[in-house]
Every structure is written in C-alpha cells, then in structure tokens.
C-alpha cells in the first residue's frame, strides 16, 4: 500500500479547503438567521408585556388614584424578575415617585418604543435597554422597560451553541470529505491499475464493478463496453493479419514464378500464359484486399455518412435476376417471395451482402436444389434471408464461417478466400442488424436482419 495515500495532496487539500468553507459559510448564515428570529421574537413578547403593563398602570392611575400607582410602581420594581423590567414614575415638574431606574432625560413620553440609556437607582450602575414612556392626564409620567441584558444572554447562549454545532460540523464534514475522497481516489486507482495491465498487453482485462448504482458504475460499464469493442477489432485485426500473410502469399509467390517464367522464356506463346496467370493471381488478391477493405469499414462504423432510403424489394429482385442464369446453369430453382419494404442504409453494400448469400447457396447446394430469397417485415425489424436446401452449416461451425477467411473443413477444395459471410455480417453491424444462422432443414437459412427506422 502506497504511504502517501493517507495524507491529502494539494488538489484534496483545496476541495477540503473549499467545502470546509462552504459548510462555514452555511453555518455563519443560518447563526445569523436564528439570531435575528430569536432576537424578533424576544422583542416582540417583552413589547407586548411592557404594552400590557402600560395599559394596568394607566388604568390604576385613573380608578385608583396617584398613591395606589405609586405602591403599585414601587412594588413592582422591588419584585425580582427574570424578564430584567425597568420601571419609573415622575410627576408633572419631574419630580421622582417610584421606580428603579433614574429617568432617562432623553427619553419622550409619546408612547413609541425606543431605547433606554439610564442608571440603577440602588447602586447608580448603568443601565441599556428599551421601553415605551406614556404621559399622565395630570402631566405625571411613566417608564416602562426591559433591560437589554437578555437579549444579550440570548445572543451569547445562541453563539456558543452555533460555534459548538459549527465544530462539530466541520470535524463531521472533514471527516465524510476525507473518507469520499479515499472512495472516489480508490476507484480511480482501480481504473489506473486496469488500465497499465491493458497498456501491458493483457487485453481482456476490465475494470472492476461492485455491482452499485453511480457514476463509477456508469463510467466502468462504458469503459469495459469500450475495451471490449476494442479487444475485438483487435482480435479481427489479428485474425485478418494472419490470414493475408497465409492466403496471400501462395498467390503472390506464384506471380513471381510466372513473371519470372515470362522473363527467361523464349516462347511467346508461353510468356503470354505467364503473364496471363500473373493477371489472375494479381486480380484475385486485388479482390481480397477489396474485400477486407469493406469489412474492415463496416466493422468499424464507416460509411454510416453515406445512408440513403433502399428499397430492399428492388434489392432483392435486381440480385435474384442476376443470379438467376448461375442458377439454371446447374439445374437449380431460384424464388423470390418479398413484401415492400424500405429502410436507411448503404444500398451498395447491401446487393454486394445479398449477393454474396445467393453465391454461397448456389455454390454449396447441388443440382436440383431450391433457393428462396425472402424479405419480411416484423415489429421491430426488417429481415431479408437466403433460405436454400443444400447440406448447411453445423451449429458448431457457424463462428468460423463468419470469421474472415473462415473456411469449413469440407470446403477446402471450393474456389474463394471465405470473406464472403464476414461482409454480410460487418454489413449488418455496419446497419445495426444482425446477421443470424439458422437450419433449414434441409439447408440453410441465412437471414439478414435489419432493425426499422
């Protein structure tokens, strides 16, 4: 295990850095607005218990007279309270009555709420708060208030409680941060690790799944979707390498042999063979490069620029009226049972595929035999299929006829490279489609499937 993964490096330390203070940030903002609420909500209920004993004292006054005020002043400033009230009376020519607090001179008694900067009448220690002073029908007035030291108890109770709740956040969240950031980097590493064994030539390698749900698992099955595309074109690649330089090179040694021949000879009559057989030799490898240039395209999704509408039915005629002479040669019947259909591709390359499953179905099937080209049309896709009553194609051998230059074991003796099953299949990729082998009992039922558009 790396030692260096368990401290943060510079790019950690800033995404730490940036939600550590971001966590901050929330919890300054959310102090704030608890702290306002609070404080409003305080301000309100102590303003509604100085309105309430506002309105007794006035109504005191004027049932009960000055003295019973006074008393009732002077005992309510005596009694212990937890609400911190500040009260006091004076008469009409500012003469001091009862209370505890001095009378604040700049204070005006027009019943407005408003702030209070005064002293304690029993030790003369200052005094900030806020209240409402109301005038007397005789002119007296009254001051009634609350010191400012709850609120201030409140703030104080509320900041410690926000700091303790902030640290606790910022260690939860460092820590939760520390610990997904050791996920999200172990997965990384895991992606890396995968990668070097592929660069290092273990191609079937795959980038592991735990079998969640995310983002990890997403970008993993692409990626594994991905390497394993790439590990195909590979495989082909390498399968298609081995078979040029087995299939070709007969070929091309026979051309030197024969331009040599040509070269040393005196004949004329022989040195036009030569050259003649050097021709052929030199068009048929001319046609196996052609050929595995086209697979090689369609294989790799070129040629998708080029779509265009194709009438499948008209493809399935002009083919069938093409082979129709190769057929009777060899005392074959040929059909064509179709339906309209029409779909988006390479009409080109889908003759040259139908094509190449007529030319295998007369080849391989004997004399007499029944071919069908039919072409039908299901819910979810377009299928276009050779069908004829030769000897097949065994289940088991099905994959080597499809790989490039696969060759049946029986058909070894037969003219061609076998690259012409490999084009119908990169043909049906190419389109999206599929190519499917089936038994026809007897024969075989080669269909060429095509999704609709």
């Known amino acids: 295990m790396n030692p260096s993964r368990f401290f943060l490096s510079s790019r950690e330390t800033l995404v730490l850095g940036v939600a550590l203070a971001f966590v901050a940030v929330a919890s300054i903002a959310a102090f704030l607005f608890v702290d306002n609420r609070a404080e409003a909500i305080l301000s309100a209920r102590q303003a509604a218990v100085v309105d309430s004993e506002l309105r007794y004292l006035q109504v005191i006054d004027a049932e009960e007279g000055r003295q019973v ?28 009555l009862a209370g505890d607090v001095d009378w604040p001179p700049v204070v005006i008694a027009d019943g407005r709420w408003q702030p209070i900067e005064t002293n304690k009448r029993d030790n003369g220690g200052e005094i900030s708060g806020f209240g ?13 208030g609350r010191d400012r030291s709850a609120q201030r108890a ?4 509320l900041v410690q409680a926000i700091m303790i709740a902030l640290l606790v956040l910022l260690a939860v969240a460092a820590v939760l941060i520390v610990l997904l950031n050791r996920r999200v980097l172990a997965r990384i590493d895991a992606i890396v690790a995968t990668a070097r064994r592929i660069i290092a030539g273990n191609l079937h390698e795959r980038i592991p799944a735990s079998g969640a749900s995310g983002e990890f698992e997403r970008l993993g099955g692409v990626l594994n979707e991905m390497l394993a595309r790439n590990e195909t074109h590979i495989d082909q690649m390498r399968i298609v390498t ?11 040694q026979r051309v030197k042999a024969d331009l040599e021949r040509a070269q040393s000879s005196g004949d004329a009559a022989m040195r036009e063979q030569a050259f003649i057989r050097a021709d052929e030799e030199i068009d048929g490898a001319l046609a196996t490069f052609n050929a595995l240039i086209d697979i090689t395209r369609a294989e790799s999704g070129i040629g998708t620029e080029a779509f265009e509408t194709v009438d499948l039915a008209k493809v399935a005629a002009d083919v069938v009226e093409l082979f129709e002479p190769v057929a009777e040669d060899k005392k074959q019947t040929l059909k064509r049972d179709v339906v309209p259909a029409v ?15 007529l030319q295998n179905a007369i080849k391989f099937s004997p004399e007499g035999a029944s071919i069908v ?16 009553t030769g000897p097949g ?3 088991g051998e099905r994959a080597t006829a499809l790989r490039p230059f696969g060759r049946l074991a029986r058909d070894t003796a037969a003219d ?10 990169a043909c049906a990729k190419l389109h999206g489609g599929e190519l499917r082998l089936e038994t026809a009992e007897p024969g075989l039922r080669a269909i060429l499937a095509f999704p609709r558009g």
């Not at 005020?69 to 500012?94: C, E, K, M, S, T």
């Not at 081995?242 to 091309?252: M, S, V």
């Not at 779909?343 to 499953?357: A, C, E, V």
């Not at 061609?416 to 299949?425: D, N």
């Open 393 to 395: 194609i065994p289940p």
């Open 132 to 144: 409402r002073a109301v005038v007397l029908p005789d002119g007296a007035r009254v001051l009634i």
């Open 416 to 425: 061609g490279k076998g690259l012409g099953l490999s084009l119908v299949a």
């Open 154 to 157: 409140l703030q104080s109770a």
């Open 69 to 96: 005020l006074v008393r009732v002043v002077a005992r309510r400033a005596a009694l212990p309270n937890d609400d911190l009230p500040l009260h006091a009376l004076i008469d009409a020519q500012g003469k001091y």
């Open 242 to 252: 081995e078979a040029i330089a087995h299939d070709l090179r007969l070929p091309l």
């Open 373 to 388: 080209v039919r072409l039908r049309e299901s819910e979810h896709a377009v299928e276009l299929s050779v069908e004829d």
């Open 343 to 357: 779909i988006s591709g390479q009409g080109t390359l889908i003759r040259q595929s139908l094509g190449n499953l």
